[in-house]
């Protein structure tokens, strides 16, 4: 695996300034997870008959970013990125046709629009509505929503790395 160039969160940070960085650390995680690796290493499935992948965690968490910071914050009405229905895990984890560039220009995107969305907000307090449930909630929820799916997610990356080539850690 490549150097480690990832940011550590601060030790005494504001609530903002920490989630951000434990968000941004999670993000850079998934990331190295799939440095170095082909189109053909990253659709590697984990056992049958799963279809998780490497390529598959981008592609969901591509989604995830799109449903809770665009979609809660900019536009309720704003298509997914592969499923038809929010959180379609078969079309999100089908990576069987999908590529590296694919997957990472639209993982990339995402996160460039939650980042410019966090930080056009004046403070954690900002509220959307979550249109899947209908419900209203706040910034603050979000970012730990999204940091507790990389969490989840980056536990799965871990094994579906080393199960590809052997390439343990974080």
């Known amino acids: 695996m490549t150097d480690d160039h990832r940011i550590a969160p601060p030790l005494l940070g504001s609530e903002r300034e920490t989630l951000r960085a434990f968000l941004d650390y999670q993000r850079e995680t998934?990331?190295?997870?799939?440095?170095?690796?082909g189109d053909d290493e990253l659709r590697e499935r984990s056992m049958p008959p799963s279809t998780l992948s490497?390529?598959?965690?981008?592609?969901?968490?591509?989604?995830?970013?799109?449903?809770?910071?665009?979609?809660?914050?900019e536009d309720e009405a704003?298509?997914?990125?592969?499923?038809v229905q929010p959180f379609d895990f078969q079309a999100a984890y089908d990576a069987s046709a999908s590529t590296r560039a694919e997957a990472f220009a639209?993982?990339?995107?995402?996160?460039?629009?939650?980042?410019?969305?966090?930080?056009g907000a004046a403070s954690m307090d900002l509220v959307g509505r979550q249109p899947r449930w209908e419900k209203?909630?706040?910034?603050?929820?979000?970012?730990?929503?999204?940091?507790?799916?990389?969490?989840?997610?980056?536990?799965?990356?871990?094994?579906l790395r080393e199960g590809v080539d052997g390439t343990v850690g974080a």
Do not use: Q
């Open 106 to 119: 639209a993982w990339e995107a995402e996160v460039e629009t939650s980042r410019r969305i966090e930080r």
């Open 78 to 83: 704003a298509p997914m990125v592969w499923s």
């Open 136 to 159: 209203d909630v706040s910034l603050r929820m979000v970012m730990v929503h999204v940091l507790l799916e990389y969490g989840r997610h980056n536990g799965h990356a871990d094994l």
């Open 54 to 73: 490497l390529l598959a965690l981008v592609r969901h968490l591509a989604e995830v970013e799109r449903d809770w910071f665009r979609r809660v914050f």
């Open 30 to 37: 998934l990331a190295r997870k799939c440095a170095g690796l």
